[in-house]
């Protein structure tokens, strides 16, 4: 069977869905892998490297005659038009806002997987792209915050008198937000955190923060999610996080709802308390923001001279490394999907709806959309 990767369209996307360093499992797996030309470029992949990793580079289509199709954004409904019957996709197709994509792969025949839908368990960690990429997210956030900020994040002694180290709060201690914790205090921060789950106070103290402790519910939820919070928590939540943002050099927001819109940690009004100077990186911006005010894919200065951020496409500013770990997760996946007789490699994937982590991932199957048997329970 073939796989092939196109070219991302998506303005501004720099990741490619695979990296050279994988395709030798893939052809040892007896699959033939097809590259479009130029397809890894903006990632640091030249088609040279695909090639002497056993790949075939193409100029045009090369999805039309594809038997698996690996993109790291949807394909769009005319691109799925294009797919033969019975193709398999893999990428990030989400539920809520991939829509006419979705019903575009259940009419062509198209079998869908969606990354963001892969479980989180233990069995599954090496297929979480949600994982990976917010890993970099997080990452980048600091650096943002950084670059940002007027102001050296360690404590500095010099012959001039010292430096006082920059406070950060990290809001959302998730992968995300653990990486910004673990990348401000190697910058030299002092750093604190807040989570509604209380489960992840220990995490955060591991990388050598400062855990925020509110009197509130705690609000733990499924697959290692936070769960939605009431107005009046929500209200409340922000009166008592108020002090400590205020008090912030650098604001970096991380909490995301998994489907939803990312719920609205900070009001302009906390905002308004914040020095002149600080910075408000904010992750969730594409979704409707955790922070009121930012935009996603813009810097913005407020009244007061609070610099605000608004994250967009944040882990394709980091394509190279963001490329090579979503492409072990896609890799990943497809081999749990690839037969095999007496332990040899047949070349054949197919769906076993019967593994967990493939019900769960797949959209549409045989001309249809499909609920995996775990939400019908």
Same mark, same amino acid.
């Given at each position: 069977?073939?796989?092939?990767? *196109?070219?991302?369209? !998506?303005?501004? &996307? ?16 007896? =699959? ?7 397809? /890894?470029?903006?990632?640091? @992949? ?30 769009? +409904? ?19 806002? /991939? ?15 969606? =990354? ?20 970099? *997210? ?11 900020? +007027? !102001?050296? @994040? ?10 006082? +180290? ?13 990486? #910004?914790?673990?990348?401000?205090? !190697? ?5 604190? *955190? ?6 992840? #106070? ?5 990388? /050598? ?7 509130? &519910?705690?609000? &733990? ?10 107005? &009046? !928590? ?16 650098? =604001? ?10 990312? +719920? ?8 308004? $308390? ?35 951020? /608004? ?14 770990? @979503? ?36 959209? $549409? ?9 775990? *939400?019908?329970?």
């Amino acid at each position: 069977m073939r796989i092939a990767v *196109a070219k991302e369209i !998506r303005p501004g &996307e720099k990741r490619v869905a695979l990296v050279p360093d994988i395709i030798s499992k893939l052809t040892k797996a007896g =699959l033939e892998v097809v590259i479009e030309s130029g397809a /890894g470029v903006a990632a640091g @992949f030249p088609d040279e490297q695909f090639t002497a990793a056993g790949a075939s580079i193409k100029s045009g289509n090369v999805i039309s005659d594809a038997d698996i199709v690996a993109s790291v954004t949807s394909l769009t +409904p005319d691109q799925i038009k294009s797919l033969k019957k019975g193709a398999i996709t893999i990428s990030f197709l989400s539920p809520t806002t /991939g829509v006419d994509s979705i019903e575009a792969a259940a009419a062509a025949g198209v079998t869908a997987l969606s =990354l963001e839908l892969v479980p989180r368990i233990s069995r599954a960690q090496s297929m979480d792209a949600l994982t990976s990429q917010a890993l970099c *997210a997080g990452y980048k956030a600091t650096l943002v915050g950084a670059e940002l900020s +007027p !102001r050296f @994040f360690p404590l500095l002694m010099t012959a001039a008198g010292t430096v006082t +180290p920059a406070q950060v709060v990290v809001l959302g201690a998730g992968v995300a937000g653990l990486q #910004a914790i673990a990348t401000a205090k !190697r910058l030299g921060a002092v750093v604190s *955190a807040y989570d509604v789950r209380p489960s992840s #106070a220990d995490e955060v103290k591991s990388m /050598g923060a400062k855990f925020i402790t509110l009197e509130l &519910e705690a609000l &733990e939820g499924s697959g290692g999610y936070a769960r939605e919070m009431t107005e &009046e !928590r929500a209200a409340k939540q922000r009166e008592l996080l108020t002090p400590y943002i205020s008090n912030a050099d650098v =604001l970096i927001t991380t909490a995301a709802v998994p489907g939803r819109p990312a +719920p609205r940690l900070v009001t302009a009004a906390m905002v308004a $308390t914040m020095k002149q100077g600080s910075v408000v990186v904010d992750l969730a911006s594409e979704t409707g923001g955790n922070v009121e005010g930012t935009v996603a894919g813009e810097t913005i200065t407020t009244s007061n001279g609070v610099i605000m951020w /608004g994250g967009k496409d944040v882990p394709s500013q980091l394509p190279y490394h963001a490329s090579m770990l @979503f492409s072990r997760n896609v890799v990943n996946l497809l081999l749990l999907m690839t037969t095999s007789v007496d332990g040899k490699p047949t070349g054949q994937v197919v769906p076993d709806f019967s593994d967990e982590i493939i019900d769960a991932a797949t959209l $549409t199957h045989n001309g249809s959309r499909r609920t995996p048997e775990g *939400a019908k329970k």
